[in-house]
DNA sequence: CTGATCTACAACCATTCGGTTATATGTTAG
DNA sequence: CTAACATATAACCGAATGGTTGTAGATCAG
């Protein structure tokens, strides 16, 4: 298990990489089966270079990983980036969980 | 429970309210307390007229509600959305973890 | 070898973003 | 009533975003 914790400007860039459908959606691909960027770029509705530029986007987050294959450099998803987002968005709900519990506690004190 | 499905364009917006160092944090003290705007504004190095921006993106992903109270206006942070980022998340991990359960199958059909 | 394919990058453009200042309006305190 | 305070909104600005076209280098297929 991979416990990475993202730095604020880390957590800017995967969140901003994620505002974007065509982006979520490239990660979904890469996700269940590596791909080439052309063979991404295929599905979409505009240009190789858009694409490239997404995936750009995508893997300056860490969000997917390009490794150099022959003339085509194929693109895979990044679980451990994933699951880190998700522990940001825990602690977020933490906070909630522990308000929550004062509330009750200060109700408790005090019928 | 209140299991709300993100539209894609809320998705966009929600992600996008989150790519903000400011705006996170804000999303985290409301969790919290709820705050006014000029409170909140006292903690940051920006105008009120940012803060309110800020929060009117916040406001419009839904991660935060207002209600006026007299001449200044309650903003606390809405954790059921915070919940369907989530659930967002989880998708994309159920895909990894479908890749997985597929591969090994495979595995064990043909050694 | 030659042509097709894939990647990469530069330059450009319209729009959005994140901040500012200024101004107007509403609400409370004294 | 008046002054102070809180919110809201408009106008502006520089930088970043998301797309385009064009060009060039690498690699593979025939």
Redesign the pocket.
């Known amino acids: 298990m991979v416990v990475d914790q993202l730095s604020p400007s880390e957590t800017d860039r995967v969140f901003?990489a994620l505002?974007?459908a065509?982006r979520r959606d490239i990660v979904r691909k890469v996700l269940v089966e590596e791909c080439?960027?052309?063979a991404l770029?295929r599905h979409y509705p505009?240009?190789?270079?858009?694409v490239?530029?997404?995936v750009a986007?995508l893997e300056s987050a860490g969000l997917v990983t390009?490794v150099?294959q022959?003339?085509?450099?194929l693109v895979r998803g990044d679980i451990d980036r994933v699951r880190a987002v998700h522990r940001a968005l825990d602690a977020l709900e933490q906070l909630w969980r522990d308000r929550v519990a004062q509330m009750e506690q200060v109700l408790a004190e005090d019928p």
Not at 46 to 50: D, I, K, N, P, V
Not at 70 to 73: A, D, M, Q, V
Request: proline share 0%; no cysteine.
């Open positions: 901003h505002a974007d065509t080439s960027v052309s770029a505009m240009s190789f270079t858009a490239h530029k997404h986007v390009k150099r022959g003339r085509e450099s």
